[in-house]
C-alpha cells in the first residue's frame, strides 16, 4: 500500500500490523497517535506532522495484566522482523516513538539518534545533565521515560518539519547527547 498527499484529522488508531506500506507527506491536524503498531517494512517519507507510537494496545491497559499478550506478540512479531520503520527521509512536525525497536528503525543519523539502554545506563548517571547546556530540557526528560519503559534501544527524533525556533534547539540537543556518548554513534 502507498499513500502519498494525505491528511489524517482527529485520529487513532491500532492495535495494528502493517506491512510494505509507504506514506509520504501526510498532514494531520493534531497528533495521530498509534497504539501498539506492529511494523514491517514501513516508509514514511517527506512532510509528516505529529505522531505519537505507543506501545501500549490503549489507555486502559497500560501497566496492567492486559497489556501483555500484546507485548508477547511484539516480541515475537519483531524477532523476525528485518527492519519495521524507516524514518531516513521523514520531517516531522513531531514525533514520539515506543515499542518498536530502535535497531530495526532505518534513520537519519543528524536529525534521528538511537538509544541503548546498556549506553544510557552508562552514561546517565547522577548529575549527567550538568554536561548539558541548560535549555536542553527535553531530552533529558525522554531518557528518563526511555528508562522507565524498560525497551531495550529507542529512536528519538529532531521534529526538522518544525518551525526554526523549536526544531533547532531540540536538534542541537540531540547532538548534545551524541557529544557526551549517550546516543550510539553512526
Excluded at 505522531?51 to 499478550?69: F, I, L
Excluded at 515506543?98 to 544510557?120: C, K, M, N, Y
Aim: aromatic share 8%; net charge negative.
Amino acid at each position: 500500500m502507498e499513500l502519498v498527499d494525505c491528511a489524517i484529522n482527529g485520529c487513532n488508531a491500532g492495535p495494528l500490523i502493517a506491512s510494505e506500506v509507504k506514506i509520504s507527506n501526510l498532514k494531520t491536524d493534531d497528533l495521530l497517535i498509534l497504539w501498539s503498531p506492529y511494523l514491517d517494512r514501513v516508509v514514511l517519507s517527506g512532510e509528516i506532522g505529529k505522531m505519537k507510537v505507543n506501545a501500549t494496545a490503549d489507555p486502559s491497559t497500560h501497566g496492567n495484566p492486559k497489556q501483555k499478550p500484546f507485548d508477547d506478540y511484539r516480541e515475537q512479531f519483531y524477532s523476525s522482523v528485518e527492519w519495521a520503520l524507516d524514518i531516513s527521509t521523514a520531517r516531522f512536525k513531531a514525533f514520539d516513538i515506543r515499542g518498536v525497536p530502535g535497531r530495526l528503525i532505518r534513520r537519519d543519523p543528524e536529525s534521528q539518534v538511537l538509544i541503548t539502554r546498556e549506553r544510557a545506563l552508562q552514561v546517565a548517571t547522577p548529575g549527567w545533565e550538568q554536561k548539558l547546556d541548560p535549555s536542553n530540557k527535553l531530552w533529558p526528560f525522554m531518557v528518563d521515560l526511555f528508562l522507565g519503559d524498560g525497551d531495550a534501544d529507542t529512536v528519538f527524533v529532531a521534529p526538522l518539519g518544525a518551525a526554526k525556533a523549536k526544531r533547532d534547539p531540540l536538534l542541537k540537543g540531540l547532538q548534545e547527547l551524541r557529544r557526551i556518548g549517550l546516543a550510539e554513534p553512526d
